[in-house]
Structures are given as structure tokens and as C-alpha cells.
């Protein structure tokens, strides 16, 4: 794919806004890309790399000509960062973001902007338990989900452009409404994510009585949890603040389930058991089938090459 944008302006260089300006250099996806950041470490680090063309920790400045400008920052502060940087965009600049919370973002985002700007917010479905710019690679979106949420009546010639982008980075691009997106991933991604950190977090209060046997004797079960309970506290504090309602839905639901798990196996009831058992199998084998995962252990993921642009 061509070069379609001169330039592409990055807020937030952790691993996934590293990993875009990655991709969008190696693809070709934009003649220029900026790099913005607060942290001057980080901004460091992305010179290093050589993975922007400019690294700047000057807001105004990083945005003030891009043709597109993606906030990859904790949902959390996303509201804010459009705040600071809407009067600085140029007349038709689009601005996105990746966060995984979008009605929120939304609601944040879109008063601050003026009607030429339009907003059309995505969220890449991909990632590893690592941080920071060292962390990205250019394939990081290769045949991942990219779920697009633009607000009704947003410019399709804007959203045709943030589709051509993600694809050109090799993601699958779907759109939703942010509401319908907002309850899928509370079950596919938020929740879980909660059951790790408080899996894990109840394995660590055991470690006294266990004599550090639970990290010693850690299977493979196990270890997937510590993986996704790696992930960035920030973020994911962000993640169940402004997802609270769909998540407090699918832990309601989550909870009944587990109820009703607990009297099958309390009364002996191999039947329902083993049904589940096989449900969910069949489940894992679909995402398997689908391209999304590999059948490997530990959710088939190879550690990335941190030095690897």
C-alpha cells in the first residue's frame, strides 16, 4: 500500500503508539511521522530507535500539521488531550485514538472538537504485557481486529481514511456503535482481565503459607494469568472506570455462572461439568480457526524483541 497521508502525528509513545509509527514507516502509510510525548525518556528512546521522523514533547507543535493524529493514551486522559490539542488541528485533520473503552471517549473527546475535525475512534484489539517504545513492532496488527466507532453522522470520507490506514497496518477493520462495542469487550477483554489481576493478586497473599510454592510450581494455566495481569496498571485503572456499567453487567452475569459451577462440582454434578467443559472448548477451537490465535500454549504469543524496530 501506498503512501495516503503526508502526515501522521502519534500522542504517546508506550506499545501500541510505537508500534504505529513503526508500521506506519515500514508500510508506507504516511510520508511523516510525528512523535509527541511529555516523558523526555521516552522521547529519547524514540529518536534512539529512529522510529518518527520528529519526537517532540510540544503538543501544539506535533499536531499543528498532521493530516491524522492518533491519541494513544489511557482513556482516562483522553478527554483532556483533546482539549489541549483541538485548537491546534488544521482545518480536515482527523483525530483517533486506541483506546478499548469508546462511549466514554466519545462523550470526552467529541465537545472539544470543531465540525472540520472529525473523530473517528478505534480500537486495535492487540497487544503484549510489555510497555514502552522499546516494546512495539511494525507487525504488532497483522490479521488483529481493528474496531472502528465513529459517532453517528461522522464524515465517511474521514472514516474510509482511518480504515485505509489500520488495513494498510494489516489489521481486519470492523465498525460498531461505541455502545455495542462497549459491551462486547467487557466479556471478550475487560472482565477477564479483572479475573486475572485478581487471581494472581489472591495467589501473591498466598505466597507466604505456600512458602513461594505458587510461583514455583506456576502452570501453564497460571501463567497465562500473569501475563494479561502485566499489563499497564494506567491503563486498565482507566479501562474499568469508564467501562464500569458494561462491565458491572458481565461480571453480574460472570458471577451467576460461577454460582452455578460451584454447586455442580459441590454436589458432584459431572454431567453439567463436562458439558461446559466442551462448550468451551469448542469456543477456544473457533478463535483458533479463525486466524486470532494459534493453538500453542501460553496463547502462542513469542516475546517480541525489544531492540527490534
Same mark, same amino acid.
Given at each position: 500500500?501506498?503512501?495516503?497521508?503526508?502526515?501522521?502525528?502519534?500522542?504517546?509513545? $508506550?506499545?501500541?503508539?510505537?508500534?504505529?509509527?513503526?508500521?506506519?514507516?515500514?508500510?508506507?502509510?504516511?510520508?511523516?511521522?510525528?512523535?509527541?510525548?511529555?516523558?523526555?525518556?521516552?522521547?529519547?528512546?524514540?529518536?534512539?530507535?529512529?522510529?518518527?521522523?520528529?519526537?517532540?514533547?510540544?503538543?501544539?507543535?506535533?499536531?499543528?500539521?498532521?493530516?491524522?493524529?492518533?491519541?494513544?493514551?489511557?482513556?482516562?486522559?483522553?478527554?483532556?488531550?483533546?482539549?489541549?490539542?483541538?485548537?491546534?488541528?488544521?482545518? %480536515?485533520?482527523?483525530?483517533?485514538?486506541?483506546?478499548?473503552?469508546? %462511549?466514554?471517549?466519545?462523550?470526552?473527546?467529541?465537545?472539544?472538537?470543531?465540525?472540520?475535525?472529525?473523530?473517528?475512534?478505534?480500537?486495535?484489539?492487540?497487544?503484549?504485557?510489555?510497555?514502552?517504545?522499546?516494546?512495539?513492532?511494525?507487525?504488532?496488527?497483522?490479521?488483529?481486529?481493528?474496531?472502528?466507532?465513529?459517532?453517528? $453522522?461522522?464524515?465517511?470520507?474521514?472514516?474510509?481514511?482511518?480504515?485505509?490506514?489500520?488495513?494498510?497496518?494489516?489489521?481486519?477493520?470492523?465498525?460498531?456503535?461505541?455502545?455495542?462495542?462497549?459491551?462486547?469487550?467487557?466479556?471478550?477483554?475487560?472482565?477477564?482481565?479483572?479475573?486475572?489481576?485478581?487471581?494472581?493478586?489472591?495467589?501473591?497473599?498466598?505466597?507466604?503459607?505456600?512458602?513461594?510454592?505458587?510461583?514455583?510450581?506456576?502452570?501453564?494455566?497460571?501463567?497465562?494469568?500473569?501475563?494479561?495481569?502485566?499489563?499497564?496498571?494506567?491503563?486498565?485503572?482507566?479501562?474499568?472506570?469508564?467501562?464500569?456499567?458494561?462491565?458491572?453487567?458481565?461480571?453480574?452475569?460472570?458471577?451467576?455462572?460461577?454460582?452455578?459451577?460451584?454447586?455442580?462440582?459441590?454436589?458432584?454434578?459431572?454431567?453439567?461439568?463436562?458439558?461446559?467443559?466442551?462448550?468451551?472448548?469448542?469456543?477456544?477451537?473457533?478463535?483458533?480457526?479463525?486466524?486470532?490465535?494459534?493453538?500453542?500454549?501460553?496463547?502462542?504469543?513469542?516475546?517480541?524483541?525489544?531492540?527490534?524496530?
Amino acid at each position: 500500500m501506498g503512501s495516503v497521508l503526508h502526515t501522521v502525528a502519534i500522542v504517546g509513545l $508506550g506499545l501500541i503508539g510505537s508500534s504505529i509509527a513503526r508500521g506506519a514507516r515500514t508500510y508506507g502509510l504516511a510520508d511523516r511521522v510525528v512523535a509527541v510525548d511529555r516523558d523526555e525518556a521516552v522521547l529519547e528512546r524514540v529518536r534512539a530507535l529512529g522510529i518518527a521522523d520528529r519526537a517532540t514533547a510540544d503538543l501544539a507543535e506535533g499536531v499543528a500539521k498532521a493530516d491524522l493524529v492518533i491519541l494513544c493514551v489511557p482513556v482516562g486522559a483522553i478527554g483532556m488531550a483533546a482539549a489541549e490539542l483541538a485548537p491546534h488541528l488544521k482545518p %480536515g485533520a482527523i483525530l483517533s485514538d486506541v483506546g478499548s473503552v469508546k %462511549g466514554s471517549v466519545v462523550a470526552a473527546a467529541t465537545p472539544h472538537l470543531k465540525p472540520e475535525n472529525p473523530f473517528v475512534p478505534a480500537h486495535p484489539v492487540a497487544g503484549t504485557e510489555y510497555s514502552g517504545p522499546d516494546s512495539g513492532f511494525a507487525t504488532m496488527f497483522q490479521n488483529r481486529w481493528c474496531i472502528l466507532t465513529p459517532p453517528e $453522522g461522522t464524515d465517511e470520507t474521514a472514516v474510509a481514511t482511518v480504515t485505509a490506514f489500520w488495513e494498510g497496518l494489516g489489521a481486519i477493520v470492523e465498525t460498531m456503535t461505541p455502545e455495542h462495542h462497549d459491551l462486547v469487550l467487557a466479556i471478550t477483554s475487560h472482565v477477564p482481565h479483572l479475573i486475572a489481576y485478581n487471581i494472581v493478586g489472591t495467589a501473591a497473599d498466598l505466597e507466604t503459607v505456600t512458602q513461594s510454592e505458587v510461583i514455583k510450581f506456576s502452570a501453564g494455566g497460571f501463567r497465562d494469568f500473569t501475563r494479561i495481569a502485566a499489563s499497564d496498571p494506567t491503563m486498565w485503572r482507566d479501562v474499568f472506570l469508564t467501562n464500569k456499567d458494561a462491565v458491572l453487567e458481565m461480571l453480574g452475569r460472570f458471577n451467576e455462572d460461577l454460582a452455578a459451577l460451584t454447586k455442580a462440582i459441590r454436589w458432584g454434578d459431572g454431567d453439567a461439568l463436562f458439558e461446559l467443559f466442551t462448550r468451551t472448548r469448542a469456543i477456544r477451537k473457533g478463535i483458533v480457526a479463525m486466524g486470532q490465535e494459534t493453538a500453542e500454549p501460553d496463547f502462542g504469543r513469542a516475546r517480541p524483541d525489544p531492540k527490534a524496530n
